[in-house]
Every structure is written in C-alpha cells, then in structure tokens.
C-alpha cells in the first residue's frame, strides 16, 4: 500500500522538476525572464574565457546527451528493471533529464559575440517561429501521449493496482506530417533567434547533431517495437521536413496502403 502511495507521488515530484525545467529552458534559450540564460549576463563570457566556455559547455551537452540516450536503451532499461518498480522508470528518466538539464542551465557559459542579427519584421518572424516551435513541441507531446510520456499514467496505474499501460503507437495529426514533431519543434525554437550569438550557434549545432543521432536510435527501437507497421509508416511520412506537395503523394499512399503494396 505504501509503495502504491510513493510511487505516485515520486511520479508528480518528477513532473514538477520536468515543469520547472522545460519553463526555465523557454527563458534561457529566448533570453527572456530568467536570470541565467544562453546570452545572459554578459560579463560572464570575456572573450579571454572563450575556449574555457566551448569546453565546458560541450561537456555539459554531452552529458544530457548521454544520458538521455543512454537510459532510454532497452537493455538499460532492462538493467534497471532490477532495482526500479516499472511504475518508477520513466518518471525517473524524466527526473535525472531535467536535473541535467537544470545543470546545463546553471553552468552554461555565455559565448555573447553575435555572429548575426536581425531588427524589424525579420526579427519579429523569428522570435514568432520561435514561440511557434516550443508550441509545436508542446502540443505534439499530448498527440502522442503526454502523461505516459512523462511518467504520470504509469504512477497512477500503481495507485490503482493496473497493469502499466501499452506503449502503443499513433499517428494523429501532426505525425501524419513528420514522424518527430517535438524533435521538429526543438530546431525551430532552437534556430529561429533575432541574435545568434556565437554561444547560441554552438547550442543549436550541438543540439541538431544530437537530435540526428538519437532519432536514429529511436526509430530503431520503434521498428524493433512495431515491426512493419513503423517500417510502412517511415515510408510513408518524412523524418522532420513536411513534404510541401503531399497531395499526389498522399493519393499514392492511400492506395498502396489498401493493397498493403510496399511504397
Ligand atoms: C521524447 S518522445 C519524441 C517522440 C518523437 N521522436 C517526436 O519527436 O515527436 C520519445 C518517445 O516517443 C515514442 N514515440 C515516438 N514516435 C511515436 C509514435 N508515433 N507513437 C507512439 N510513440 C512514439 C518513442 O518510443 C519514445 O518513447
């Protein structure tokens, strides 16, 4: 009974510190509000340090990466199956990420050189595709599933002595457009800045080459998950650039996925 309390409890924590990250990551990457951000403050990246701040900001990337990644292997999760209750594993990836990411937002070394800038209405429709990427991100998040995604569903289904729910696999309206609409949603909010500073650039670089890898590896484990059925879907639906002329390939589609014929 304890345990049916605690884990739910730990699952809420978690997505409190995912809360209080994934707000911080709005104003450190915009440069708004929040008193450390990717620019900000100045003083803190005299071009004396610069070298100093490419490596420990490469190393502060890095981790995040590796975690993520790494505690997002099935063999890992496995591993940790033998210490962790089920219930408690995503919640406890979502924990340890925002805690780097946390981390990442505390350390991070300020590279403020600007290496091009806009003003007017150029800046305006960046800072806009910027706000619309966080958006996309956000809202592609509950196409999928948002509470399984972060941990809530499985915490309540111990509460209630469930079964965990099935990973099941979806397509709902902005994946029938790419397959990685939050991954899609991070680059644009990530690039579309009025100033890109040099600090800036080594973010959104860093974080493009990351995100390329890992889905890499996600699709992997979604084909060994569901065979076929990703395999056709792949076909189907590009990685993270819309096709701009879907009407005669989506035609195409629905017939050959009514004869089941490879596209
Ligand atoms: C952080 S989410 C990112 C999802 C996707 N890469 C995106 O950018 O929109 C990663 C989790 O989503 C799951 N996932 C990815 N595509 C999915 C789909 N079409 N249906 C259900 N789960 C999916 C993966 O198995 C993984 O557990």
């Not at 304890?2 to 409890?9: D, G, H």
């Not at 209630?160 to 099935?166: C, D, R, V």
Request: hydrophobic fraction near 50%; charge should be positive.
């Amino acid at each position: 009974m304890f345990a049916r309390l605690l884990i739910p409890l730990y699952a809420i924590m978690s997505y409190g510190v995912f809360t209080v990250s994934f707000l911080y990551a709005l104003g450190f990457v915009g440069n708004y509000v929040v008193p450390k951000s990717i620019d900000k403050p100045v003083e803190l990246g005299s071009p004396a340090n610069v070298t100093a701040a490419i490596v420990i900001n490469l190393l502060l990337l890095s981790l995040f990466a590796i975690q993520h990644s790494v505690m997002a292997r099935p063999a890992v999760k496995r591993w940790l199956a033998k210490f962790l209750p089920a219930a408690c594993q995503r919640s406890t990836y979502v924990l340890l990420s925002s805690l780097v990411l946390l981390l990442l937002f505390w350390q991070w070394r300020p590279i403020p050189a600007p290496l091009w800038q806009t003003s007017g209405i150029a800046a305006w429709l960046l800072t806009g595709v910027h706000w619309l990427g966080w958006l996309i991100a956000f809202a592609s998040t509950h196409m999928i599933d948002h509470f399984d995604l972060f941990g809530l569903r499985q915490g309540f289904s111990a509460l209630k002595g469930a079964e965990l729910p099935n990973h099941s696999f979806k397509t709902p309206l902005l994946y029938k457009i790419v397959r990685h609409p939050i991954m899609l949603g991070f680059l644009l909010a990530f690039w579309a800045t009025p100033v890109m500073t040099s600090g800036h650039l080594l973010f959104a670089v860093a974080n493009t080459a990351y995100i390329l890898v890992a889905l890499q590896f996600e699709e992997r484990d979604l084909i060994a998950e569901f065979g076929e059925t990703y395999r056709q879907y792949r076909r189907r639906v590009p990685m993270l650039v819309p096709r701009l002329f879907t009407r005669r390939r989506t035609g195409d589609d629905r017939s050959s996925r009514a004869v089941g014929a490879p596209q």
